[in-house]
């Protein structure tokens, strides 16, 4: 069964510092995608990053880097510079490799700035 | 990225109507949509999956007679849901996948409340 695990239900970190939240996964398959996407209080599901299971390279976008380490199945992703508009909820997700039609997604960690 | 518009954004009724949203989306062709629902402090849980033209693929313990789900072309999801009562109330999120995209793009969003 695939499996989503964010073990932070919530996170502090102040303005201007890197904060890393943590995301592992358990599949069997070779192929598969992660993703982290964020949700402000307004609700909406705002996609943030990308990291294919067979990329090298760790994805960044802007401020936000995925640290994938593939063998022990962790997916952080690293908040840099953080911002008060950073304070959301924060799921981690994957697509499944067999069936590219289904995500799964974690928990989710609540981060908090503090000014 | 691309863009997913859902309609209504808030829906307040009595129980025992039936309240339809919308899910569109407005600059690609979505291959597979998905509706999920989310409550209060909590991860999204995906309901069903559909894609155009054939009947959704529902999760199991989603009741497929009170969430009726239409995809009837590429860009528009529905998602019914029928006789509404007081336990229905919650977030529903439609999200839609394109051949160009590996990440799912969600709607903002609908905050159903049944009276």
């Known amino acids: 069964a695939q499996k989503i695990t964010q073990t932070q239900p919530g996170m502090f970190v102040q303005e201007k510092e890197a904060v890393t939240l943590d995301c592992t996964y358990d599949t069997s398959d070779q192929s598969y995608g992660l993703f982290w996407y964020k949700q402000p209080s307004s609700g909406e599901m705002i996609f943030l990053i990308y990291q294919g299971s067979y990329d090298e390279q760790n994805a960044t976008e802007g401020r936000y880097s995925l640290n994938f380490q593939k063998a022990r199945k962790s997916a952080n992703l690293v908040i840099s510079a953080s911002q008060l508009g950073d304070s959301a909820m924060y799921f981690c997700?994957?697509?499944?490799?067999?069936?590219?039609?289904?995500?799964?997604f974690g928990s989710g960690t609540k981060l908090n700035v503090k000014p | 990225g691309a863009v997913v518009s859902q309609h209504p954004s808030r829906v307040i009724c009595k129980s025992g109507t039936s309240v339809k949203i919308e899910c569109r989306s407005l600059d690609f062709q979505a291959t597979t949509m998905f509706w999920y629902r989310q409550f209060p402090k909590q991860s999204l849980m995906l309901m069903a999956t559909?894609?155009?033209?054939?009947?959704?693929?529902?999760e199991q313990g989603v009741e497929k007679d009170k969430f009726l789900i239409n995809h009837a072309s590429l860009t528009l999801s529905t998602l019914t849901v029928t006789s509404a009562h007081p336990e229905d109330s919650s977030f529903y999120i439609c999200?839609?996948?394109?051949?160009?995209?590996?990440?799912?793009?969600f709607g903002p969003g609908t905050r159903l409340t049944v009276l």
């Open positions: 559909s894609n155009e033209g054939s009947k959704a693929t529902y």
């Open positions: 999200s839609a996948i394109g051949s160009s995209y590996n990440e799912q793009f």
């Open positions: 997700a994957m697509r499944k490799g067999g069936n590219f039609n289904k995500f799964y």
